[in-house]
Structures are given as C-alpha cells and as structure tokens.
C-alpha cells in the first residue's frame, strides 16, 4: 500500500473543492457568499415554498426571551397560526419588508393568528429601537446570544437567508417558507389566509 505524497494530497484535495463549488455553482445562497460583497447578510430571492399539511415535518418547540424579557416558548403559541420572522435591524431587505408584515400582523389581530420576530444579530436596544422606528407591535425573541431559535427550526425547514419568513399551522408545524424579502404583504396575506382556513 503506498502512502500518498503531499502533492498527491493537495491534488485530491484540489478535485474535491472543485466538485463542492461545482455543486454550488448554480446556487444563489452560495453565490451570494462567494461573491464576497460586504453587506453582511445573505438574501434570499423571494421563493416561496409551500408544504401541504400531510407533508408537514414535526411541530417546532423553541423556547427563548422577548426584547422584553419575557419568556416565550413554542406552547404559547400552539391553537394559533404563527408567522415567525427571521430579522435584524441592519438588514436591507428586513428594513423594507418591515410595513408588510406590519399589515399583516394588524389585519389578522382578534383572528387566532400570532406574529413572533427573531431577531439573529442584535441587542435589546437596537430591536426595541428598530420597533419604534417602524411601527412594529408585535414581539420579537432575542437569538443573538444562544441561536436557541434558529436551532430549533434548522432541522424542519432552515432560515438560510436574512429575512426569512414561516408560517406554522396551529399544530407549530411549519407549513410555509417565504426565503428572502416579502415583495408585497398580499403574499404573506394569501399564506395566512390560506393556513387560517385548514381544518382545525
């Protein structure tokens, strides 16, 4: 058996990068990331997925803190759809998605639909500031420091991408995926609704 040569190692080595970047090559996460453009985040494209309820993964438990100290866990929500928004205050397209969600969150008040931020990046201070200066009232969880959110959705359906945005059906199994900026609050709308109306 021989023993390979340190130039045969980098060559192997050479060949497997390429196939790992030849596989990403028509990614546009990874091509974002190659790309290597400074902004910080990496934005989805807008891609919705939709799963239909019999292809539905287990109910999400997390549990973590608001940005305002109250604890939330996954239970407080369940008997509720949720829509839960991946987020931080730097971020362009969270910025510019900030009046969708807004709308939404304020037309579905009283109707058995809850709203739940995470925000990935920052403090208390800058959330709560983010919160004030758009206009938005319902809560968001504080994921900075431990990930205990991110975590816990990564095994169902992963928020590749700042924003990410999912619907979970009243049983917390997530039941959409919208990957990147929401381009008009009539999408998340039609979601919701759609979720809203499924046999309970």
Known sequence: MSIPTP???IGVATVLLAVLLAGCANDPLAAQYRA???KNYIGGDG?????AAKNRGNPISFAGELETGVSTASTDYLGNVLVVN???AGCDPCRAEADDL???WEKYQGEGVAFLGVNVRDQVDTALTFARSYGITYPSAIDVNDGNFKIAFTGEVAANAVPTT?????QG?????ILGEISDDSILDA???TVLSEPE
């Open 7 to 9: 130039r045969t190692r």
């Open 86 to 88: 991946f987020w931080y």
């Open 191 to 193: 979601i919701v609704a």
């Open 47 to 51: 891609t919705i997925t939709e799963i």
């Open 166 to 170: 999912l619907v979970l059906d009243r």
């Open 102 to 104: 807004q709308a939404v």
């Open 173 to 177: 199994r997530v039941a959409a995926r």
């Open 36 to 38: 290597g453009s400074g």
